[in-house]
């Protein structure tokens, strides 16, 4: 069975501090590794997506990937009250279901004022 | 404008009642797949298609029939709902190897 772990949290954290969100996963064969962001009673959106080891930027976020560790992170600089939302992290599902994702059960974070 | 719509967006039937979740996508993507998301399991995969007249099982399929005649359609029937159906149902469709883009989804009540 293919896993992908998420501490659900929540995580907590002041306005302008860093948040760091973790994720695991089990297959070693999952080549791309996806964010998405769902506010309560929303559908979930895409912030990031990450296929190479290292780190990629795209404004105040920051995926980071360790395939060897098997483990992808998600880094909210500058955080704000409005990041605050469900987390989900979703791998897919290797070489021969590169198309299908598997999600993590997400992580809430919490962004106080 | 181009997107993933769903309808309805809130449904609320009776047990053993025959429903259909409609969803339609305007990017001509060739992936199409239901999820449905239920506290304390997260995104489940119910269902996915890669093609038109292509579909598959995904994780939790029991109680559930796709079908796919057109690119841009892949509507989901419960042939006969159960308590246990009650969820939020998402949509969503990608190319492959392409990040997969969710429509508003369903709110489904099964009473």
Redesign the interface.
Known sequence: QKEVEQNSGPLSVPEGAIASLNCTYSDRGSQ?F?WYRQYSG?????IM?IYSNGDKEDGRFTAQLNKASQYVSLLIRDSQPSDSATY?C?V?GGPDS????I????TRLLVRP | DAGITQSPRYKITETGRQVTLMCHQTWSHSYMFWYRQDLGHGLRLIYYSAAADITDKGEVPDGYVVSRSKTENFPLTLESATRSQTSVYFCASSDRDLPQHFGDGTRLSIL
């Open positions: 791309s996806f929303k559908s979930p959106e895409l997506f989900l979703a897919n590169s198309y299908k994702l999600f993590g059960s997400g």
